[in-house]
């Protein structure tokens, strides 16, 4: 089977066509709605690094320790605890922050007068200065402990006090670092000199490391004196290098471009030297070829001594973390270290190590269109890195190197159509002016014609970067790169403009098989389909001499790539011109088209060996990924009797398993299982072992979508030990993905992710990027359903950008997507609809209809979440059409159920059951349990807000049986809470409390935070109604710290609200309107109106009773 089929069985994500597996929460604790979502951590205004502070801290007194100097250890000690207290209090923040800051700077200058002294080498004035230190600065620890150790009475009461207490520690503070600058000066003179006798100490230790200083000179290459049409990409890359505190500027490009040139003209701005004061150190990567290497070269650049039992990385760390003066480091063609023989996954570790010391800035030059790492580097230039020189550029080069020969400059007209030729390039025009110099132009240009990049080379020695632009393209040399999967994209990114280039040239002589084995070899690469399709395009174009089968080849490998890019109406377009081209008029002719079109076509699953296709299974594939179903199941119905005419049995097979997932892509798992049987069948009639172990893992993959997950995990388990039967790679990965996605429904999250990370290694393993990134999103996912959102987004922003490095835009918009639900599940409605609103617009660009109305579903719940019902109505009901205008039920009856849920939140109980009871028919009617039991679970929530509690209780029951049988723990959870709550409800708090506190360990065992604090908040409810005051602030202060860490600002502001309501029953009236104005605050920050007014009439009544 080909491709398309297996990409069109992994379009559906569990979590996509399901998003109740992770956000249908429970309705009720109180009979107040209960929202979802974190909230970062609020930086501090000042910009002062904190976590920063303290590590230094924690290093110049452990140094200290180490070398003996007492005063400088206990300083440094006491400094750290002022730092901590100085963060924690919240009142006159600014002199707060000050205070930290300019006891750390205080500390900095300490550290610089005494350091690589011993005890007995410290100037005993400067000794007896520190000790007047210690004592100021105990002074001012002391003073602020006692300000932050009040209780909140105290802190009303002192506020006054407390804020001339905290301004005099500052003034204190200033005045003892104005003190030891002084001081610092007068040993300014001493301690060079001290420097200097420990620089020639140490001078023998540099020589005995693997890296010399003299190998790193002889490496970098002088500045250029000849250098012309840089200016702007000059000033450019210096205005942003001087512009932010912390650079990192990537210098892109092919080889021979000029970035190393660039890079050293950057540096030589006088802006650039005076910012890091002779701190910008060059590093020439190409003599380094793995991390340790590059540590010694820099240990080396920045003259660190050599420490006894300690590592050279552990002293380059040190250093850094010490050093608080703005450093420069140029690591000169980056991509000998970043493509070298032990992998990526060691250097990148070490580059993004190096973005976290914030006084270091990186300008990389490397080939390639993107920086290195997960760094959001500065691109010089275009997007596609460093252009050529501009043709004015181009000859004044060209003629300064040349010595402004007479003849010369009598020709300029030959030497542009040279300089055309040579693509401006700045290092091929070095190469070819030096020969100009003594050879005749005509002779120049003729050479060019016959040898291309042969004559670019200089002197008889071997390859270098400096002395030729590329090698010639030998064919074997690029099918070893492509055997390569997992280092293809990377090995061809380097050559790929000279491969076009010299294509494109030989194929003006003659049209030969190998072009067209290198063009069909190159398409395994996603990233370059562009440049391949142009070179396709010329031949198709400008050859004439081309025979039919070259061209209908050719053709194919175009419609293939044209599909990938998502650009349907170009592919089909193509598809039909081959049809037209090759259509003959009776049956036999027809046949012997067939029968061509299984001999030319291009393989399309790797595992897959030889098979037939044709114009109308590739035309159905196309609208099937558009999710046209109707039109790709009536071209497939086509194609399948034109197949049986002929009597092709195996495309016929084919064409039938695609007709199968169409209807499994329509959730019309009855006619689907039925039609993907037989097809396995027929392959199994005619030995086709690998069609039908894939419709036996689509058939578990349907299964898995009713939530049938004993059966699912069955079929795929037995498909996984087929594919790996018959040496399937790809199958058997695919299979271990998707029962790890098996066991991530089931919220059997550890499984899940030992699951997913193996498929993933299974996947690079075999060089299958999709795949391996496919893993990576739903690891991503995990921790999303998890609300672990720091980790979630980080996974799928990376998994987002694989997706686009190698070209799958469908698999990118789904990322961008989940992310917007991230935000939507932290309450940040205002990212989550700029991000979902981008996602739907990438949706609609790729023809992706599907996701395009998941994204409206979702942009629906967030006006739901926001009580803003009437759009909410609108969007969802818009977004139910498109799911049925494109077949997909479930997603329709999703929607359906959301807005019953609106009636349900509106009070609406008789609309809301009509329309929840029709979702769960129809999600009975697909087979879909979970959804079922989402509406039964609703319609029991229903029952109990109208204080019928006898159905509500059985309703919930039924529900909570359901959720268990299909292993859906958080549902069956999320119901004990409800039926907890009803106990809540009529007084009978034993049996709540034993229902809730079950549901809490529940929710706590699957990793629910949210449904712990929910649960939490209900128990301190039932305390605070049965007047223990004391246990219920203890537990409601410990959900409202939950819900802080999560992010529920909801769930927060009730606690506080409710906290509030106790200090005023028991008359303490000072913290209970403190309390309440501050829930007041956030439930209108978060469009709670209502609550909010519920707050300011309790606030009311405190006053009337003062």
Request: hydrophobic share 35%; with cysteine; glycine share 6%.
């Amino acid at each position: 089977m080909d491709n398309f089929v297996q990409t069109s069985c992994e379009l559906e994500h569990p979590s996509r066509n399901n998003p109740q597996v992770h956000s249908d929460m429970p309705m009720f604790s109180s009979l107040k709605p209960k929202a979802q979502g974190k909230e970062k951590k609020k930086e501090i205004p000042s910009g002062f690094d904190w976590s920063h502070a303290k590590t230094a801290l924690d290093i110049t007194a452990n140094i200290a320790e180490g070398t003996g100097l007492t005063p400088l250890k206990s300083a440094a000690g006491t400094v750290k605890k002022i730092v901590e207290i100085a963060e924690t209090i919240k009142k006159n923040k600014e002199s707060c922050v000050n205070i930290a800051k300019y006891s750390f700077e205080l500390i900095e200058e300490l550290k610089e007068t005494l350091a690589d002294k011993n005890p007995e080498e410290v100037d005993q004035t400067l000794l007896k200065s520190v000790k007047i230190l210690e004592k100021e600065l105990d002074h001012v620890k002391d003073k602020l402990d006692n300000i932050a150790g009040r209780n909140l009475g105290k802190k009303i009461i002192y506020s006054g006090a407390d804020k001339e207490a905290i301004s005099d520690c500052e003034k204190r503070i200033k005045q003892q670092l104005e003190k030891f600058n002084t001081v610092g000066i007068a040993n300014l003179q001493q301690r060079q000199k001290d420097i200097q006798d420990k620089f020639t100490r140490i001078e023998k230790k540099y020589n005995q490391q693997e890296i010399t200083s003299d190998q790193l000179e002889q490496a970098t290459p002088a500045v250029p004196r000849i250098f012309f049409g840089r200016e702007i990409l000059i000033k450019e890359g210096a205005d942003y290098v001087i512009n932010n505190a912390q650079a990192f500027l990537a210098i892109l490009g092919p080889g021979g471009i000029g970035k190393t040139a660039l890079a050293q003209k950057i540096i030589e701005v006088e802006a650039i030297k005076e910012k890091f004061e002779k701190r910008s150190y060059f590093i020439p990567c190409d003599i380094l070829p793995n991390v340790a290497s590059l540590v010694q070269g820099l240990l080396q650049c920045l003259k660190i001594p050599t420490q006894e039992g300690k590592s050279q990385a552990e002293m380059l760390n040190d250093y850094f973390q010490l050093n608080a003066r703005h450093t420069l480091l140029v690591l000169d063609n980056f991509e000998t270290l970043w493509d070298g023989k032990e992998g990526r996954a060691g250097i990148q570790n070490f580059v993004e190590k190096l973005f976290n010391f914030k006084y270091v800035s990186i300008l990389v030059t490397m080939r390639g269109r993107d920086g290195p790492g997960n760094i959001g580097w500065y691109k010089l230039g275009t997007e596609s890195g460093i252009p050529p020189l501009s043709i004015d550029a181009a000859r004044k080069m060209f003629f300064t190197i040349t010595g402004n020969k007479s003849d010369l400059l009598e020709k300029t007209e030959s030497i542009d159509k040279l300089l055309k030729e040579l693509d401006y390039v700045p290092l091929a025009i070095r190469l070819i002016a030096q020969r100009a110099r003594t050879s005749q132009l005509e002779t120049l240009l003729r050479m060019w014609k016959d040898g291309k990049t042969s004559i670019l080379k200089e002197g008889k020695g071997g390859f270098s970067r400096s002395t030729s632009v590329e090698c010639s393209i030998q064919l074997s040399w690029i099918k070893e790169v492509v055997n390569n999967k997992s280092n293809m994209n990377k090995e061809l990114e380097l050559h790929i403009l000279n491969i076009t280039k010299i294509i494109n040239t030989e194929i003006g002589k003659l049209v030969k098989q190998e072009h067209i084995d290198v063009i069909e070899i190159l398409g395994e690469a996603y990233m370059f389909y562009g440049a391949v399709v142009e070179v396709i395009d010329n031949i198709l174009v400008n050859v004439q001499d081309i025979s039919t089968n070259q061209k209908n080849s050719l053709q194919f490998i175009k419609v293939d790539m044209l599909i990938w890019n998502a650009q349907w109406i170009e592919a089909e377009g193509e598809v039909r011109r081959i049809r037209g081209n090759n259509e003959l008029n009776n049956k036999n002719n027809t046949a012997q088209w067939f029968e061509r079109l299984r001999k030319i076509c291009r393989l399309q699953a790797r595992d897959s060996g030889a098979m037939a296709t044709q114009c109308l299974r590739r035309l159905g594939n196309m609208h099937q990924m558009q999710n046209r179903y109707s039109e790709a199941a009536e071209i497939f119905s086509q194609a399948k009797s034109q197949f049986e005419e002929i009597g092709d049995q195996l495309g016929a097979a084919q064409c039938l398993q695609s007709l199968g997932v169409i209807h499994q892509m329509q959730d019309r798992y009855g006619e689907a299982t039925e039609m993907l049987s037989m097809a396995k069948s027929q392959f199994e009639e005619i030995g086709n072992q690998l069609g039908a172990a894939q419709c036996l893992q689509t058939l578990g993959k349907i299964h898995q979508m009713q939530n049938r997950y004993s059966e699912a995990t069955e079929m795929l388990s037995k498909a996984k030990s087929q594919f790996e039967e018959i040496g399937s790679q790809l199958g058997a990965a695919q299979c271990l993905r998707s029962l790890g996605e098996i066991h991530q429904m089931q919220d059997r999250y550890s499984e899940a992710t030992e699951m997913l990370s193996k498929a993933k290694s299974q996947f690079e393993e075999i060089g299958d990027q999709l795949g391996a990134t496919q893993c990576l999103q739903s690891l991503g996912e995990i921790h999303q359903m998890q609300d672990r959102y720091s980790e979630a987004t980080e996974m799928l922003s990376k998994a987002k950008s694989q997706f686009e490095e190698i070209g799958d835009q469908l698999g990118a918009a789904q990322c961008l997507q989940s992310l917007g639900e991230i935000h939507q599940m932290q309450d940040r409605y205002s990212e989550a609809t700029e991000i979902l609103s981008k996602a739907k617009s990438q949706f609609e660009q790729i023809g992706y209809q599907l996701g395009a109305a998941q994204c409206l579903q979702s942009l629906g719940e967030i006006h739901q979440m926001q009580d803003r019902y009437s759009e909410a109505t609108e969007m969802l009901s818009k977004a139910k059409s498109q799911f049925e205008e494109i077949g997909d039920q479930l997603g329709a009856t999703q929607c359906l159920q959301s807005l019953g849920k609106i009636h349900q939140m509106q009070d609406r109980y008789s609309e809301a059951t009509e329309i929840l009871s029709k979702a769960k028919s129809q999600f009975e009617q697909i087979g879909n349990q979970l959804g079922a039991a989402q509406c039964l679970k609703s319609l029991g929530q229903i029952h109990q807000m109208q204080d019928r509690y006898s159905e509500a209780t059985e309703m919930l029951s039924k529900a909570k049986s359901q959720f268990e049988e299909i292993g859906n723990q958080l549902g069956a959870a999320q119901c004990l809470q409800s039926l907890g709550e009803i106990h809540q409800m009529q007084d009978r708090y034993s049996e709540a409390t034993e229902m809730l506190s079950k549901a809490k360990s529940q929710f706590e065992q699957i990793g629910d935070q949210l449904g712990t604090a929910q649960c939490l908040q209900s128990l301190g409810e039932i305390h605070q109604m049965q007047d223990r005051y004391s246990e219920a602030t203890e537990m409601l202060s410990k959900a409202k710290s939950q819900f802080e860490e999560i992010g529920d600002q909801l769930g927060a502001a009730q606690c506080l609200q409710i906290l509030g309501e106790i200090h005023q029953m028991q008359d303490r009236y000072s913290e209970a309107t403190e309390m309440l104005s501050k829930a007041k605050t956030q439930f209108e920050q978060i469009g709670l109106q209502q609550e909010a007014s519920q707050c300011l009439q309790s606030l009311e009544d405190i006053q009337r009773r003062r």
